[in-house]
C-alpha cells in the first residue's frame, strides 16, 4: 500500500512538470498557445480538456517531442495507460538522445508494476544523462520494488548527492535502511525529509515508527517471588531414646500386673 502511494505521489509530482513548462519555443505560436493553455487545464486538474488542446497543438506541429510527452503525462494522470506509453514513445522517437522520454514512460510501467520493464527504460535515462539526479531516483524506487535495497541505496545516494533538496529521495532511502533493519541510519534520512517539507504527515509516521525501533526495551519491575520454607524431615529417634521408651514400657506393665495381682487377691 505504502509503495502505490508512493506511486501516484510520482504522478502528481509529474505534473509539477506541466506547471512550469511552455511552448513559446514551439514550431508555431498557435501550437505554442495550445500548448500553454493544456497547461493550464491540466494543473486544474481538467484532464481531458487539456489532452484535447495539447492534441490541437500536435496537429498543428507534430514534431514536437515536448508536445507528445506533456500529453503523455496527462494520460497518466488520468490512468490512460496505453496512451501514456504511446505518447512517450513518440517522444523519445523523436528525440533518442532525450532522457526524459525514458524517465516517463519508465514512470507509467512502475504504475503498472512492470517493474523490470520500468529498469531498462530507467537504466537507458541515466545513460543518456548520468548527471540527472531525477533518472537515479526513479531507478533507485524501481529497484526497491524489486527487493534489491542495496542498488536502490546507491541510487538514492547519488541523486542526493547530485541535488540534496528533495524530501521525496530522503525519504526513499530510509524506506531502503528499513527494509534492511537499518533503522539508525533510516532516522536522519526521515529527518532530512521533514525538514524539507516540514509537518508531511507520513513521513512523520514512519520516523515515529523507527524511533521506536531504536528506543531500548522497556523493563517492567517484577514482585519477587518468596522462597518456600522445605518441610523439615521428621527427627529420627536415637538408640538411647528407644532404649528409655522400651524400659518405660516394661515398667508400666509390671506396675499394672501387680495392681491387677492385688486386686484379684483381694476378691475385687
Given at each position: 500500500?505504502?509503495?502505490?502511494?508512493?506511486?501516484?505521489?510520482?504522478?502528481?509530482?509529474?505534473?509539477l512538470?506541466?506547471?512550469?513548462?511552455t511552448?513559446?519555443?514551439?514550431?508555431?505560436?498557435?501550437?505554442?498557445?495550445?500548448?500553454?493553455?493544456?497547461?493550464?487545464?491540466?494543473?486544474?486538474?481538467?484532464?481531458?480538456?487539456?489532452?484535447?488542446?495539447?492534441?490541437?497543438?500536435l496537429?498543428?506541429?507534430?514534431?514536437?517531442?515536448?508536445?507528445?510527452?506533456?500529453?503523455?503525462?496527462?494520460?497518466?494522470?488520468?490512468n490512460?495507460?496505453?496512451?501514456?506509453?504511446?505518447?512517450?514513445?513518440?517522444?523519445?522517437?523523436?528525440?533518442?538522445?532525450?532522457?526524459?522520454?525514458?524517465?516517463?514512460?519508465?514512470?507509467?510501467?512502475?504504475?503498472?508494476?512492470?517493474?523490470?520493464?520500468?529498469?531498462?527504460d530507467?537504466?537507458?535515462?541515466?545513460?543518456?544523462?548520468?548527471?540527472?539526479?531525477?533518472?537515479?531516483?526513479?531507478?533507485?524506487?524501481?529497484?526497491?520494488?524489486?527487493?534489491?535495497?542495496?542498488?536502490?541505496?546507491?541510487?538514492?545516494?547519488?541523486?542526493?548527492?547530485?541535488?540534496?533538496?528533495?524530501?521525496?529521495?530522503?525519504?526513499?532511502?530510509a524506506?531502503?535502511?528499513?527494509?534492511?533493519?537499518?533503522?539508525?541510519?533510516?532516522?536522519?534520512?526521515?529527518?532530512?525529509?521533514?525538514?524539507?517539507?516540514?509537518?508531511?504527515?507520513?513521513?512523520t509516521?514512519?520516523?515515529?515508527?523507527?524511533?521506536?525501533?531504536?528506543?531500548?526495551?522497556?523493563?517492567?519491575?517484577?514482585?519477587?517471588?518468596?522462597?518456600?520454607?522445605?518441610?523439615?524431615?521428621?527427627?529420627?529417634?536415637?538408640?538411647?531414646?528407644?532404649?528409655?521408651?522400651?524400659?518405660?514400657?516394661l515398667?508400666?506393665?509390671?506396675?499394672?500386673?501387680?495392681?491387677?495381682?492385688?486386686?484379684?487377691?483381694?476378691?475385687?
Amino acid at each position: 500500500m505504502k509503495n502505490a502511494k508512493n506511486l501516484f505521489a510520482n504522478l502528481a509530482a509529474g505534473l509539477l512538470i506541466l506547471g512550469t513548462a511552455t511552448f513559446t519555443n514551439a514550431a508555431s505560436p498557435d501550437a505554442a498557445a495550445h500548448g500553454n493553455k493544456g497547461k493550464d487545464l491540466a494543473a486544474a486538474g481538467k484532464f481531458d480538456e487539456a489532452i484535447a488542446e495539447y492534441t490541437k497543438a500536435l496537429e498543428i506541429s507534430p514534431k514536437d517531442e515536448r508536445l507528445y510527452r506533456d500529453r503523455g503525462l496527462v494520460y497518466r494522470a488520468n490512468n490512460k495507460f496505453p496512451e501514456a506509453i504511446a505518447d512517450f514513445a513518440k517522444a523519445i522517437e523523436l528525440a533518442p538522445k532525450s532522457e526524459l522520454g525514458y524517465v516517463e514512460r519508465g514512470q507509467v510501467l512502475m504504475v503498472q508494476n512492470q517493474f523490470d520493464a520500468a529498469l531498462v527504460d530507467y537504466n537507458k535515462a541515466v545513460e543518456l544523462n548520468p548527471n540527472n539526479p531525477v533518472c537515479y531516483d526513479r531507478r533507485g524506487f524501481a529497484f526497491y520494488n524489486l527487493r534489491k535495497y542495496d542498488d536502490a541505496l546507491r541510487d538514492y545516494s547519488t541523486s542526493i548527492e547530485k541535488k540534496a533538496d528533495n524530501p521525496v529521495t530522503f525519504s526513499r532511502r530510509a524506506d531502503a535502511y528499513v527494509a534492511l533493519n537499518q533503522f539508525a541510519q533510516a532516522k536522519p534520512d526521515l529527518e532530512m525529509a521533514l525538514k524539507l517539507k516540514p509537518g508531511d504527515f507520513d513521513t512523520t509516521q514512519r520516523l515515529q515508527f523507527v524511533q521506536a525501533k531504536l528506543a531500548p526495551p522497556r523493563t517492567v519491575a517484577s514482585t519477587p517471588v518468596p522462597t518456600p520454607k522445605p518441610t523439615p524431615e521428621p527427627e529420627m529417634l536415637t538408640m538411647q531414646m528407644k532404649i528409655g521408651i522400651g524400659v518405660g514400657a516394661l515398667v508400666l506393665i509390671i506396675i499394672l500386673v501387680i495392681v491387677f495381682s492385688r486386686k484379684k487377691s483381694r476378691g475385687y
